[in-house]
Each structure stands twice: as structure tokens, then as C-alpha cells.
């Protein structure tokens, strides 16, 4: 049966060779979880996203993401002011006077060091199934409005990938893992071009350019 429901495609091929994009996932649910930022992760390398600048973190549940959002934007910006090459960091480890620190401390052999750049956009990533009681309903609503709080408040945009289905075949659709003849469409991959998408923009944005 046809339907009238879903994202048309953008016109433009948005180039994600110099954007850096983190995604946040819950743990509950863990099947449906691990399909959509299987989808998410394809999608941005398909875009031209470096897996060097791809980020996963993981939280108990979708309650915790807009917290662990907030603060994953906020330390990639701590990260692009500091010298990732100085593990050290200016620790001081003692001792009253101070010692000149030395301009860079080399890497030791298999430390991967990460881009100092903040993040371009977040994909918060989480799977809500109804039970029989209102916690469903309370963390649905709560992580929404909180979820556009964190982008609004940092600038940063957020793609909402908190599926809130009513039952466990809903939420097995929307990752392409339908049980029935119909798989279902993988939405973790409309996340990822979104987070292209949004990520390009809020560059082009911010420095003024809007064609």
C-alpha cells in the first residue's frame, strides 16, 4: 500500500569529508539499537564521513541521552582548544615550583589521537516500546523537549533518533527487521543524512552563507 509518509530526498549531495558527527545511543532495546546505528554510521561514510571523525558513546537509556549529548558537545570543544599531542596536559603532579613545559610530548606507538574539531552534529539514538504503566509516556516527552534544548542551547544540531513505538514489531519496522514479509525501512539511515545534512548547514550558516 503506497503511503504519503517519509522524508523526500534533498536535491543537493551534501559532502561530509570535513564534518565530525557523534552519536549517542541508549542500550535498551538492544537488537533494534544496534541495527539503527548500524544504519547511521553507513550512511555518514557513504557521505564522505571520515570513520576518524565518527564518535559512539553509549548510555544506559534514552533518559540519559540529552545529558550525555550536552556534555559530548561540550567536551569536543574542550578538545579542540587543547593540545591533543601533550597527554599530560599541563597536569601537575606536585612538587611548589613550576617547570617549563615542553612545547609537544611525541605519542607513544598505538595511541590514536583524536581531530580537534567540535562536533558538526549529534545523532542521539534510543528505542522506547510501551509497557503498561505511564513511564513510557513521561520518558518520551522528557527526552524530546530535552533533546531540542541541548541543540537550541548549543548550537549544535541534535537528530532526534528516539523511536517511541507502541510495540516491539513498530520498533523492529523502523530498523528493517520486520518480522513479517515487509522488513521495514532502517530509519538509522535517514539519521545519518540528516546528520550531513545539518551538520553542512550549520557551517554554512554560521559563517553567513545561505546559497
Same mark, same amino acid.
Given at each position: ?5 517519509g522524508i ?30 548500524t544504519?547511521?554510521?553507513? $550512511? ?22 540529552p ?33 617549563p ?13 583524536m581531530p580537534n574539531?567540535?562536533?558538526d552534529a549529534?545523532?542521539?539514538i534510543g528505542?522506547?516500546i $510501551? ?6 509516556e ?6 524530546s523537549?530535552?533533546?531540542? $534544548?541541548?541543540?537550541l542551547?548549543t548550537?549544535v ?5 528516539v ?9 523492529l ?9 515487509? $522488513? ?5 539511515e ?10 553542512s ?5 554560521g559563517?553567513?552563507k545561505?546559497?
Open positions: 500500500m503506497s503511503t504519503i509518509k523526500s530526498q534533498s536535491p543537493v549531495h551534501y559532502d561530509g569529508s570535513d564534518l565530525r558527527v557523534a552519536i549517542i545511543h541508549a542500550r535498551w532495546n538492544k537488537t533494534v539499537i544496534e541495527a539503527l546505528v544504519g547511521a554510521i553507513a $550512511k555518514l561514510k557513504e557521505r564522505g564521513v571520515k570513520e576518524s571523525n565518527i564518535v559512539v558513546e553509549s548510555v544506559p537509556g534514552s533518559y540519559e541521552l545529558w550525555a549529548c550536552s556534555k559530548v558537545i561540550a567536551g569536543a570543544h574542550v578538545q579542540a582548544n587543547s593540545n591533543v599531542n601533550d597527554l599530560l596536559g599541563g597536569l601537575n603532579f606536585g612538587g611548589g615550583g613550576s617547570s613545559k615542553p612545547a609537544s610530548t611525541p605519542v607513544p606507538a598505538g595511541v590514536v589521537t574539531e567540535p562536533f549529534v545523532i542521539a528505542v522506547l $510501551k509497557g503498561s504503566t505511564m513511564h513510557f513521561y520518558i518520551c516527552d522528557s527526552v523537549h530535552a533533546l531540542m $534544548k541541548v541543540q542551547d548550537g544540531p541534535v537528530i532526534f533518533g523511536l517511541t513505538a507502541l510495540t516491539d514489531d513498530q520498533a519496522e523502523r530498523a528493517g527487521l520486520g518480522r513479517g514479509e515487509d $522488513k521495514g525501512h532502517n530509519h538509522g535517514d539519521w545519518g543524512l540528516a546528520a550531513v545534512e545539518m551538520g548547514h550549520a557551517r554554512r550558516w559563517q553567513g545561505f546559497n
